[in-house]
């Protein structure tokens, strides 16, 4: 996380909507998932000491939660203190996600392998005569760790709360698109502002892995490809075809061929077991007759611990 002291501009971002109509030779500037002014956010005050650039922007634009019914009960059962800001501007890029006070002049950023959940939740109304507002929560780890932690201390978390407003994505600056275009945006369904930040974020955190996933994954030597459903491991029991060399042990539709036939069948099974039986010693499969003085009537026990040992 970083403290900025700009507010992010439109214009250093492609809209999503311009990004997803046109194929430009390259995208020298980060594309803008959703874009929303007059947020409220909403901090737990005890966690505030685990992330300084957060508490710097609470101090400076917050307003004490008063009501009771705006209080947060935490994990061990008690009331925890709530702090909010009003008027924050929320920028969801596919670089960072950007926090922004106008009235303040301050923000901050946060990395997205920070996000360690987000969720939609149904957030109190300040009074009992209102209707509960939806907003999207986050778990923030503000400080990661270089490699993974050999104890097992959790790390220090931050709970932060969303209240957006806008419901859709920020408008193209490129030329109006194709009627089939237009068509198809009208028959997609309207998010609301909960919906749309969540997907935004959603499909934002998804271009920026956890390296520390990435980094389990490889010592398992599981491919990235297997939770993507891109591919399917290989395996030595007969149920599937073991991996080739060089492979890394996955099936996919590149290699296909070299596993299955066209009419489905696994490839290479038989012929596998026969070079593994052609490279087997000159005494395998060889069976020897008990020495005629082995024959014993099974009354010495010794002997016959010996024989089976």
């Not at 996600?97 to 957030?123: C, D, M, N, R, V």
Request: aromatic share 6%.
């Amino acid at each position: 996380m970083e403290v900025i002291r700009e507010a992010p501009r439109m214009g250093g971002f492609v809209p999503l909507t311009e990004f997803q109509s046109v194929t430009p030779e390259t995208f020298s500037q980060p594309v803008l998932h959703y874009y929303s002014d007059r947020c409220k956010v909403i901090v737990l005050e005890d966690e505030l000491q685990h992330a300084p650039a957060i508490a710097e922007l609470i101090t400076k634009a917050s307003q004490p939660v008063h009501s009771n019914e705006a209080e947060s009960e935490n994990t061990n059962g008690a009331q925890a203190a709530q702090k909010t800001v009003e008027d924050i501007d929320v920028w969801v890029t596919s670089e960072k996600l950007f926090l922004y006070s106008k009235s303040h002049e301050i923000g901050l950023t946060i990395s997205y392998p920070t996000i360690s959940i987000h969720a939609t939740q149904s957030y109190p109304a300040p009074s009992p005569d209102e209707p509960a507002s939806q907003a999207l929560y986050m778990q923030l780890i503000p400080s990661l760790p270089d490699s993974p932690a050999e104890d097992d201390d959790p790390p220090d978390t931050v709970s932060l709360t969303i209240i957006p407003t806008a419901a859709a994505p920020p408008p193209s600056t490129a030329p109006t698109a194709n009627e089939d275009d237009a068509i198809t945006s009208e028959n997609e369904p309207q998010l609301t502002p909960v919906q749309a930040l969540y997907k935004a974020l959603s499909d934002c955190s998804d271009l920026h892995p956890d390296p520390a996933q990435d980094e389990d994954m490889e010592e398992s030597g599981m491919s990235r490809l297997i939770p993507a459903g891109l591919a399917i491991p290989g395996t030595t029991d007969g149920s599937m075809p073991p991996a080739m060399p060089g492979s890394g042990g996955w099936i996919t539709a590149e290699n296909m061929h070299e596993f299955v036939d066209e009419e489905g069948n696994w490839i290479g099974g038989d012929d596998e077991e026969q070079e593994d039986a052609q490279n087997l010693g000159p005494g395998a499969g060889t069976v020897r007759s008990r020495p005629d003085g082995d024959a014993q009537d099974g009354q010495d026990e010794e002997t016959k611990w010996q024989r089976t040992s």
